[in-house]
């Protein structure tokens, strides 16, 4: 599979889009394994993709007013290791669903994420099959207009 | 009367009057006859004031009268001798006295009175009764001591062995009296202790006597066990002993040993904590990235089925890195009141699904009040001693899971008819990473038993000779 190819699916992906909604995901880990796994199994289910490969480029294309419907996060990034991260981008994208990605995550880590309004925590690693369809599942507002 | 026996008489009067003894004559009825300074000192009666009252006067109030008795004696022309009473002085004084009572006699040889010389032996009394008494605190000491506590003569034989001895080396004293102390003490010592006390003796060139040090001993058993063994020298009738005094380290050394454990569980949480984010974190890069190549290759592909196998493969790492995880850092419970009939009734039908322990027949008995515990930990520890039976046994038998009370806790027995463990593995069952299976990490039994622990229970393992294996968890129930 060429690079050319790939870059090809991602353009064919808003046409796919007819039969499942289309979400706005922005994918947010210092793996690009992880990163390039994630976008292709959400770009072939249609979804627009944003990437960063950490916590103040997430930052900076939020408060730029990019919006999106879910983030991945990933718990650990080489800027941030705890639970403010979590915080600031609930706070500039209330509207986002978050589901975090850990490969360690302590019970106290896990409760202070779903308190932060995280929608879910995910175990590293996962099948990313799952995490496509985890995506397609989280609850949105009712009117898109609000996001805009 | 000749001149020389009044002389005779003179010196002897002057004797009796000067003697450190109390001396006194009394006829046959008791009355005093005469009585000298010295019984004057002792007693506190002048002569004048007992001379011809009774010698019954000097009898304590609620003493025997013996004087009768001894009187009746007298009569007899017997001599009493060394008789040890007790007196009363005239200020009311108890006093203990030595008396040495003769028959007088008169010319015709008949018997008329008796001459008494009494001896105060108060002070005497009093130094014999407090040597007895300290001899008596010092055994009480030595058999009281929970340290063990050895006398050996010069040749090595052992001459005393204490009552914390006996409990220490599990031997009687009678066992080990008139032995070689070389019998205590496991190889290569054993050999070696008789030249040791000879080297010393001919020497005077110390090792252990007066330093003390720790050493093995060899229980009767054939066990041995740690003890810090001090000896000192003593001269006993110009004969040379040795004391030896031994403080068992057993529970020092366990508990040293508990600790280091402890210590180096929390570097392997440490070290797993790390080991699984960096672990993790590729095997999520490396499994996403297999999965989405695979699903563009032709399906049913050579290829195709490889990257199926791969990602087979790195589930197979992660469940040993979380397994690993568990063991090195098991989640604290979160305890709460459940019915354990329930969790393991929900464990058994989740094994039951699997092919593997299809020819397995599980079979649950008994009952018990809630316990105190964490649903998930629990069923943990009840999968992998129902997957243990079942493998065991090679995938077919019986076991039976039986729930009850006993003295306060909840306790729950997984039998099975395998072919039981070998004393040997039984040894090692809960080691971290020893195990008897081709694969297998050899952290199941130690996780359970961590787990359990974690619930304040306790988990044994009984495997008599003649097979089948029997797992015992103790959980505390909920309302204590």
Redesign the interface.
């Known amino acids: ?1 060429s690079v050319l190819a790939l870059i090809e699916r991602r353009e064919m992906s808003p046409q796919i889009a007819k039969k499942s909604p289309s979400l706005r995901v922005l994918i947010v880990d210092d ?4 990163r ?3 976008a ?2 959400l770009l072939d289910a249609g979804h627009v993709v944003d990437e960063a490969a950490d916590g103040a480029s997430a930052v900076s294309l939020l408060s730029r007013g990019k919006s999106f419907d879910v983030v991945l996060l990933d718990y ?1 990034l080489p800027d941030s290791n705890d639970l403010h991260l979590l915080e600031t981008i609930r706070r500039l994208s209330p509207w986002s669903a978050v589901i975090m ?1 850990t ?2 995550g302590t ?1 106290e880590m896990m409760d202070g994420a779903k308190k932060l309004g995280a929608y879910r925590v995910v ?7 799952d995490m496509a369809r985890l995506v397609v599942e989280v609850p949105r507002p009712a009117s898109d207009i609000s996001r805009e | 009367m000749s001149q020389s026996h009044d002389e005779a008489a003179r010196v002897l009067a002057a004797i009796v009057e000067s003697s450190d003894d109390a001396i006194f004559t009394k006829d046959l009825e008791g009355i005093v006859l005469t009585w000298n300074r010295s019984a004057e000192q002792m007693y506190g009666y002048a002569a004048a004031d007992i001379v011809g009252r009774s010698i019954g006067l000097l009898v304590p109030p609620g003493y025997p009268d013996e004087i009768n008795g001894i009187l009746k004696k007298i009569k007899g022309g017997e001599r009493v001798r060394h008789y040890e009473t007790a007196r009363q002085t005239k200020d009311g004084r108890l006093i203990d006295v030595s008396l040495s009572i003769s028959p007088i006699y008169d010319a015709s040889g008949a018997v008329i009175g008796a001459s008494t010389i009494a001896r105060d032996i108060t002070e005497k009394k009093r130094d014999i009764e407090r040597l007895r008494e300290g001899e008596a605190r010092l055994r009480s000491i030595v058999d009281a001591a929970v340290d063990g506590i050895i006398v050996i003569d010069a040749r090595g034989l052992i001459e005393a062995f204490n009552p914390g001895a006996e409990r220490l080396f599990g031997y009687g004293s009678a066992e080990v009296i008139g032995r070689n102390v070389a019998m205590l003490m496991p190889a290569p010592y054993q050999a070696e202790h008789d030249g040791y006390m000879s080297r010393y003796l001919k020497t005077g060139e110390a090792r252990i006597i007066g330093v003390g040090r720790e050493v093995s001993a060899l229980r009767k058993d054939g066990t041995t066990f740690p003890v810090h063994l001090s000896v000192g020298e003593m001269s006993l009738a110009g004969e040379r002993k040795f004391t030896g005094i031994l403080h068992d380290l057993s529970t020092r050394v366990q508990m040293e040993e508990k600790l280091r454990e402890q210590a180096s569980l929390v570097r392997l949480g440490e070290m797993a ?1 790390v080991i ?2 960096e ?11 297999i ?3 695979g699903k ?1 290759l032709p399906a049913g592909s050579r290829e195709a089925n490889v990257m199926t196998d791969i990602i087979a493969r ?2 197979t790492l ?1 469940q040993l890195v979380k397994d690993l ?1 568990l063991f090195a850092r098991p ?2 419970p979160n305890l709460v009141p459940l019915d354990v009939s329930t969790v393991l009734a929900g464990t058994i039908a989740l094994l039951s699904q699997d092919a593997a322990h299809a020819g397995v027949s599980v079979t649950m008995t008994g009952k018990a009040p809630p316990v105190l515990a964490d649903a998930e930990l629990l069923k943990i520890v009840f999968t992998n001693l129902l997957v243990n039976s079942a493998q065991a046994m090679k995938g077919h038998g019986d076991v039976v899971v039986s729930v009850a009370v006993d003295d306060g806790a909840c306790v729950v027995v997984v039998s099975d008819n395998g072919p039981g463990i070998p004393a040997d593995v039984r040894e090692r069952l809960f080691t971290p990473f020893f195990t008897t299976k081709a694969r297998g990490t050899g952290l199941g039994l130690s996780t359970v038993k961590r787990l359990v622990e974690a619930h304040q229970g306790s988990i044994q393992v009984e495997s008599p000779g003649t097979g089948g294996t029997r797992a015992r968890v103790r959980l505390p129930l909920a309302n204590l």
Do not use: C, T, Y
């Open positions: 599979m793996e690009s394994l992880i390039w796994s994630l292709e199994v650990r990605m490969a360690f019970p175990a590293k690693p996962f099948d990313v099959h | 904590a699984a984010h672990v993790k974190n590729p095997l999520a890069a490396v499994r996403g990235a999965q989405v190549i563009r790195i589930d992660n995880l989640p604290k």
